[in-house]
């Protein structure tokens, strides 16, 4: 690869490199003592533990590839933890996921949806979701066509840990966190000839407690004083999350696997929260009320995948049939305490029980053809269908006789279901220094709504194309130029079709729009990357242009109340710049820099707001690893800028993460974390419309430190093999 010829190149660039990141850190406010001597130049033995150290980053032509193995967080962390410091990624307070700022995102585990990473439920799942049990993140922002057209942002896949070395191998690990958080977990594997079989279980105890804020001023529709409406949510939610995973395989002869992989877990606990609502002009206040709250939160999530592979003459020629179910189930019950104290009433008591259901069954069928050196045709079809069912029922109960009677306010009962019929076809080819990846993907839709406490029934179809193109030059043997282009949708999740108002959180009123149209996103980025020993970096321009993005909306109902619901915009275009720095500072003390600096535009037009809006901002990363030989203590920032709303803002966030990991011998490890440091979680938008203003905020106390120990038996686990991957295929010509 010429590395007598770019040796003395590249330690020039690495002491450059290394000067810009020791300005950078001290921009940010990093304390001097951990940037490096931009003088130093690393010794000869850095240099060789560099090369021998296996890459955390692997770069494809249609995405990169995250391996969390070294992250001192995936012990004893969550999936949300680990997401939250991958470049391009941004996750919320509340578990919310976004690519280039956009949470149109879908998340598939082993390259299949999950139900429990959809809906309003799918932050809090990826909170207790075991970092354990993920071997590598895919991060792909323009999709080729054999992933489903969902996700205008792009796709997040989790691909979880197989352990199949041969003969018996595992780990077991426990852990204790702050506020009687607590970690315990292991699994086991074996293999043998034609058979291969694995287990894992983990359980976590974890605590949330989450604060809501609301300051609503608009003016009184009699009089035209000004009005303030608040309210305020304290809450805690403890919760446990068992998690079994089964998987196994049997090869029945040389060309034919069939494979197995069964996976339960649940997530509940007591949720309890205390509510003040306020309304005052002119600091008098007219009316002040308390509830106090106490229920249960259950979910219980099941996914399965039966697999058939036929492997045949040709070397790389597969086929792959799939048979995938996946289902989730929530169910939850609270009892309230109505105490009203301005003007003073007595008690009232009410009670609300909910179950939301989701549901999703596929069927797939792959083929794969390698055609000659560096070329290759994949074909496709896929069946999808996706359940959905919420059903609500409150009650007004007497406190003496105990006689309950249905409250139609907190009734509700509405039924979702969508069929997806799909076919692709992509092509990989190469010449000299070119390689690329095009291909088109088409899907008929047919969706169903039916909101049978009101009656109402919407049916939708839809037939489109989705094409992609992606297109690779090596510009050296370490540089690389690359160009991609996609055409995605997001449809609306079946929670914002409903268009029923929830009363549960009043004065903060909810509803959902039978009328709401899918987002298509067009999609372009153009990328360098270089590669080298010890430093690598890129830079990626994007542009994306959104047609009918959904978005949240909020309107003054008068009295106090306030209803947000889900509304389309005309126009929501956005761009940016995506960088990302790697390299080391000293021989034991590396970093990674990311960074993306965006631009976006909204049309408000609908919305009666002033038309073009836009702003620009940087959300950044910083990730520090100090390794002493198997030791290793790492340091994690990540900021997120304030962003545009279509009737205001949303603030910045910071979060610090910090881990130690210390290895007492082969077997056994110990590892501390502490993550949110600064509990800088927090939520707050800012809305200013020309009917009300509009200030929001939810934080959550997010400090978590854990200390445990890791102790590992027989074999090391072996890293689950790519399957269905050009490159496996290209490999094997």
Known sequence: MGSCRTGSALTAQGATTARLVALIFTLIGLPAAQAADPAATPE????????AEKL?????????????????QSSFGSLSDVLSVLPSVDVDADGTVALRGDSNVLILVDGKPATQFSGAAAGDNLQTFPASEIERIEVITNPPPEYKAEGAAGIINIITRKRHQPGVAGTLQASLGSGGRSVVGGNASYASGPLTAGV??????????????????????????????????????PRNAPLVTLSGSYALNPHQLLSVELSRGSRSGLRTYTELDGTSSAGVVSSATQRQSAGHDREIDGDGKLIFTQRFARLGETLDVTLHRAASHQ?????YVNDSLVPPAPAFYNNLGFHEDRGTSELSADYVLPLAHTRSLKLGYAFEQD???????????????????????????FRFRQQIHALYASYRAGIGRWNWLTGVRGELTHTDGRQLTQGVSTRKRYLQLYPSVHLERALSDLSTLSLAASRRVAYPSPGALNPYVDYEYTPNLRSGNADLMPQYTQSYELGYGYEGSGLSYSVTGYFRRNQNSVTDFTEN?????????KTNLPKNDSAGAEFALSGRLLQRLSYALSGNLFYSQIDSTALDMPGLRSTTGLNTKVKLDYRSGPNAAQFTLTRTDKRLTPQGYVSASVIVNLGYRYRFSDHLTAVMTAADVFNGQRFERFAVTPAFTNDYHRSVRGRVVYAGVVYAFGASWKEKPPSFEYDQSAAQE
């Open 387 to 413: 359940d959905y069912e919420y059903g609500a029922a409150g009650y007004n109960v007497d406190p003496v006789s105990g006689m309950q009677v249905i409250n139609p306010t907190l009734t509700d009962d």
């Open 44 to 51: 000869p033995s850095a240099s060789i533990v560099v090369t």
């Open 557 to 565: 109902l008068g009295n106090g109340l306030s209803l947000a619901t």
């Open 56 to 72: 955390e980053l692997e770069t494809r032509i249609d995405r990169k590839v995250y391996r969390i193995k070294s992250d001192v």
């Open 331 to 335: 169910h939850e019950h609270y009892d």
């Open 200 to 237: 894992s279980a983990t359980y976590r105890e974890d605590l949330r407690r989450r604060s809501l804020f609301s300051d609503l001023t608009a003016p009184d529709p009699r009089s035209g004083a000004p009005i303030t409406s608040t309210s305020s949510i304290d809450e805690t939610i």
